[in-house]
């Protein structure tokens, strides 16, 4: 079942594909892992600092012919005062990758903790206050990543064994 792209069912058609999906693999895995670090780490150095919610929504992706279905990205603005410095703060997570869910529902749930116009608490990191967030925990996307890109690279891996 191959067609005009180079790729079929059992893998990609050549060594050279196969090597190239090896390497997107790793740079994903590198990426993941380098988000999950970051994040860790925004977590522990954090100072909490007095946020006001300025906007709040739900974001739909429709998907794409080759990834049909809808998912759901809640998005959040509020703006904070950090060391004398006004700031805007868009992050849920302190994940640079950013969470999505397969439900409105699911999404909604994430968010509704915060109203438009009311105080709350972020999260700053001292060393980027620009980043603040307002959950201080981890974010599960950067793991996912780290799991996509790992079954990628096996995958890719498995297909270049078989072509040499």
């Known amino acids: 079942m191959a067609d005009d792209s180079g790729l079929s069912v059992n893998g990609p058609d050549s060594l050279r594909g196969a090597v190239l999906y090896i390497v997107l693999g790793i740079a994903i895995i ?12 925004a977590v522990q150095n954090s100072v909490e600092v ?6 709040l929504s739900i974001e739909t992706d429709s ?19 950090y060391n004398e ?3 805007t703060g868009t992050k849920i997570y302190p ?13 909604e ?7 438009q116009g009311t105080e709350t608490t972020a999260y700053v990191s001292p060393d ?18 780290l799991v996509l890109g790992g ?14």
């Open 95 to 107: 994940a640079n990758i950013e969470q999505s869910y397969d439900t409105q529902s699911a999404a």
């Open 30 to 41: 590198s990426y993941g892992g380098y988000d999950y670090v970051q994040q860790s780490e």
């Open 50 to 55: 007095d946020a006001t919610i300025t906007e």
């Open 109 to 115: 749930s994430a968010i509704e903790q915060y109203e």
């Open 128 to 145: 980027q206050p620009r980043d603040a967030f307002l959950k201080n925990k981890t974010s599960n996307a950067p793991v996912v990543a």
């Open 85 to 87: 410095t006004r700031y």
């Open 151 to 164: 079954l990628l690279t096996l995958l890719a891996t498995i297909s270049a064994v078989r072509k040499i």
């Open 63 to 81: 998907g794409t012919s080759s990834n049909p279905g809808a998912n759901y990205e809640p998005t959040v603005e509020f703006e904070y005062t």
